[in-house]
């Protein structure tokens, strides 16, 4: 373990954000883990921060879902977006020449991501078919149960009942995640690491 974090580069740059960089000899190809605030508790609930993570690939206001599909398809380049009780995760792989714009893409879903209203509407329809399956999912319930005893109302182990996850997806538009999302994301909070064919110096300066 003490070998392997030496070989970690850490730099923090101007505007607040923090890079971590570990080289292996992986033929050109990186893989990138990257956080930022904007979890389930900043959002007050698991279902519509889950919403919010997954509508970021799902068009921005210069690229529609298919543009951004195509684009990462262009550089054989993987990256999704996930959420924890504390930060907004995204994740990937890429060949490291293809890395600036990668990174372009990433901060403009991060930056300007447009959530449209049809996706929306899909992607909502596909919780609540989620949410009712696991309305039946004896083992899910009784994890949520056991959770609201041992744990007091805004603690990160505290779960939602089915019923409240789905008032709050419900009723939530397009309009109220862009608004939510412009207050909670703040790129200070940025952590990002990269391993694999990748120097410090050049993921520090795209």
Partial sequence: ??????????????????????????????????SIKGGTRAWGSSELARIHA?????????????EIQLLLDSMAASLQFSVSDERLIFSGRVRMVHMPKL?????????????????????KQRELSNLALAAQDT???ASISLSRILFAKGHPNYDETIEESKS???????????????????????????????????????
Avoid at 54 to 66: A, E, N
Avoid at 178 to 206: C, E, P, W, Y
């Fill in 168 to 206: 709050m997806l419900g009723p939530i538009t397009s309009k109220q995640l862009r608004k939510k999302h412009n207050a909670v994301i703040d790129k200070r909070t940025l952590v990002f690491s990269v391993a694999g064919d990748a120097t410090l110096s050049k993921v520090a300066t795209m």
């Fill in 139 to 141: 083992r899910q319930q």
């Fill in 1 to 34: 373990m003490h070998m392997y974090t030496k070989l970690i580069k850490e730099k923090k740059v101007a505007w607040g954000a923090k890079v971590l960089v570990t080289y292996f000899p992986t033929k050109g190809s990186v893989s990138f883990v990257g």
């Fill in 103 to 123: 990174l372009a893409l990433v901060a403009e879903c991060l930056t300007e991501p447009s959530f449209p209203e049809e996706e929306l509407a899909v992607l």
């Fill in 54 to 66: 997954l509508m970021l690939l799902d068009g921005t206001v210069t690229h529609t879902k298919k």
